[in-house]
């Protein structure tokens, strides 16, 4: 367990893991300490109407190896050679922002930096590495923008709102291509994931403003890019309802795994067909539910499961989907009962079946949290998170927790049973 804070607020928002590095971003206002150690680093940040963002970083083994200020990351992705892309916004008092995509060593230290001004309205974004190292980069713009932030100009306008632009770069920087998709509302999204022949899967939410009620409906979105970008196809499903979509993974078959919940604009229940194509897949759907879905390599639906996670990662035929349960939860989605008590990592096959889980129990409060879960060796997360004054130490492995003045962040390690 290690945990960093100083006199103000400090998050710790996005997380991304390696064989060798464990990578938290957030942001801080005031003075703080991110030697989670009996030393000191301290830095000071800006007020809490402009935070100051940062990246801290780690060895597996929990040995804190530097911190600096950035802008606030709100994706961050490990990458072959031991260093990492950072995905954020720099945002001002109207909630717009400039994008920024930099990429730093193993050391923390800055490679290149890409911005686009001006792109994003309370911005989130996805990364996703490519099999030679380079990144693609997915956020939402609302203005026209040129999305190479070269000498060479690739503008793009909107449909309408706010529409998801993904950006693709080598290893050292340099622009390879640019995708956009979204329609006449504001559109939202961009999880990635490579499929086998080096392409992408792409899922978004997007709106339907002419869908009946005061605010339209959004639906979920799907598509397939070729190692270049260019769209093979691309399916939305979602009716009068507040479909969105999640994280997307695809199994070394080809096998597309896509998070995706949806809402009933009345707050009672209502059939949501989940299958994109002609065939239907009808469930009831009450208030807001989420499902883990799953489609073949060209978006044919194959089955849906209702599921109590919210990250996945991809095996050679199946996934897994990990998290934690706030409170008594059930992780098999079939008839039978699996009780969820804390920390999870739950297999799923490419039919759909639920094929088991490990846990651990943790303790949940309105004190402290956690806000991001990766997947380490040997069935175990890695956690992190904020607490709040007066607060407990927070740890995943459970009780006994020792009292800590203040608030900040934490990072955790939590094997499995």
């Known amino acids: 367990m290690r945990s960093w804070g100083g006199e103000a607020e400090t998050t710790a928002t996005a997380l991304a893991v390696s064989a060798e590095r464990v990578w938290v971003g ?9 030697d989670p150690g009996p ?19 780690f060895s597996v083994d929990g ?7 950035s802008f606030s990351p709100a994706s961050i ?11 954020g916004m720099v945002g001002t008092t109207l909630g717009n922002g400039d994008v920024y995509l930099q990429r730093v060593d193993a050391a923390g230290q800055e490679q290149w930096t890409h911005t686009w ?28 923008t040129d999305l190479d932030p070269g000498p060479s100009e690739w503008m793009v306008d909107t449909q309408g709102g706010e529409d998801v632009a993904l950006v693709a770069f080598s290893p050292n920087g340099d622009f390879r291509w640019a995708s956009t998709f979204g329609g006449p509302g504001d559109d939202y999204g961009g999880a990635s994931a490579l499929a ?21 409906a959004n639906h979920v979105w799907l598509e397939r890019l070729d190692a270049n970008g260019k769209q093979l196809w691309s399916r939305e499903w979602g009716g009068d309802h507040f479909g969105s979509a999640g994280e997307v993974a695809v199994d070394d078959n080809g096998t597309i795994y896509l998070l995706e919940s949806f809402a009933i604009a009345n707050g009672e229940s209502a059939p949501v067909d989940l299958d994109p194509g002609p065939g239907e897949h009808s469930v009831a759907v009450y208030n807001s539910e989420l499902f883990l879905s799953g489609f073949d390599a060209n978006a044919g639906f194959l089955w849906a499961q209702p599921i109590d996670a919210g990250t996945l990662w991809a095996a050679s035929d199946s996934v897994t989907t990990a998290g934690w349960c706030a409170a008594v939860g059930d992780l098999d989605p079939g008839p039978a009962l699996e009780p969820c008590v804390g920390m999870f990592a739950s297999n799923i096959g490419a039919d759909g079946d639920y094929l088991g889980s490990d846990q651990r129990p943790a303790d949940y409060g309105s004190k402290w949290y956690y806000s991001a879960v990766r997947l380490g060796v040997a069935r175990s997360l890695f956690v992190s998170g904020q607490f709040f004054e007066p607060a407990k130490q927070p740890n995943p492995f459970g009780p006994p927790f020792d009292p800590i003045a203040g608030q900040g962040a934490f990072l955790g390690f939590a094997p499995l049973y």
């Open 26 to 34: 957030g942001h801080f206002t005031g003075t703080t300490d991110f």
């Open 63 to 69: 040995t804190w190896l530097g911190a600096r200020a």
């Open 196 to 216: 086998p022949d080096g392409g992408l899967v792409v899922s978004g939410t997007v709106a339907d403003p002419s869908a009946p009620g005061s605010f339209g």
């Open 77 to 87: 992705v490990a990458e072959p050679e031991g260093g990492a892309y950072l995905l």
């Open 117 to 144: 001004d001006w792109a994003a309205v309370l911005f989130s974004g996805y990364l996703t590495v490519t099999p030679d190292g380079g990144v693609v980069a997915s956020f939402t713009y609302h203005v026209p």
């Open 39 to 57: 030393g000191a680093f301290q830095m000071v940040g800006a007020d809490a109407s402009e935070p100051t963002g940062y990246v801290s970083w």
